[in-house]
T-cell receptor
Framework: DAKTTQPNSMESNEEEPVHLPCNHS???????IHWYRQLPSQGPEYVIH???SNVNNRMASLAIAEDRKSSTLILHRATLRDAAVYYC??????????????FGQGTILTVHP | NAGVTQTPKFQVLKTGQSMTLQCAQD?????MYWYRQDPGMGLRLIYY???????DKGEVPNGYNVSRLNKREFSLRLESAAPSQTSVYFCASLRVAEAFFGQGTRLTVV
């Protein structure tokens, strides 16, 4: 299983962009990179995913390094509601660990008014 | 759209009692998961089922059993509950790349 390294915590001000990094140097060629977040007292929710190319959706952007050993989740304008724990998860799309979704420690994002 | 439904939402057990946590999804997803989350900690994978008819151990399977009853339902059983199993349990299902989570079951073992 690919291992991930994320900062324990980050802080941002409201309305500013936030770049959340993730190192996944042992990722395999068939692993997608997923990002989830967990708001206080709630279950996790999907944010975005990608394989090789950068991705955008209504919530965020995902920038994937060319060698796929790292990625960055970008929140373009942080709001107070974005305060959460953010998880970067490689998910195997083939082979014996197909579909295994394992959460690491994640990054606690604090957003200041 | 119900999504992922977990029952019960709250449960108190005595040490040694058994119970089954139920999870059902109505999205025709192949993969389903059970996690536990202790206070102030991240989610830990207990068991998962990549497809109907298959189950695999996750990070912390000891003390638990699972059944993938059909494509919709994935249950988690505690045969003899212990205080160390006090936690919030989340069920999830996965479509391609997006996982959907239930609201959680808060279990206390006394």
């Amino acid at each position: 299983d690919a291992k991930t390294t994320q900062p324990n915590s980050m802080e941002s001000n409201e309305e500013e962009p936030v770049h959340l990094p993730c190192n996944h140097s042992t990722i395999s060629g068939t692993d997608y990179i997923h990002w989830y977040r967990q708001l206080p007292s709630q279950g996790p929710e999907y944010v975005i995913h990608g394989l090789t190319s950068n991705v955008n959706n209504r919530m965020a952007s995902l920038a994937i390094a060319e060698d796929r050993k790292s990625s960055t989740l970008i929140l373009h304008r942080a709001t107070l509601r974005d305060a959460a724990v953010y998880y970067c998860i490689p998910v195997n799309a083939g082979g014996t660990s197909y579909g295994k979704l394992t959460f690491g420690q994640g990054t606690i994002l604090t957003v200041h008014p | 759209n119900a999504g992922v439904t977990q029952t019960p939402k709250f449960q108190v057990l005595k040490t040694g009692q058994s119970m089954t946590l139920q999870c059902a999804q109505d999205m025709n997803h192949n993969s389903m998961y059970w996690y536990r989350q202790d206070p102030g900690m991240g989610l830990r994978l207990i068991y998962y089922s990549a497809s109907e008819g298959t189950t695999d151990k996750g990070e912390v399977p000891n003390g638990y059993n699972v059944s993938r009853l059909n494509k919709r339902e994935f249950s988690l059983r505690l045969e003899s509950a212990a205080p160390s199993q006090t936690s919030v349990y989340f069920c999830a299902s996965l479509r391609v790349a997006e996982a959907f989570f239930g609201q959680g079951t808060r279990l206390t073992v006394v």
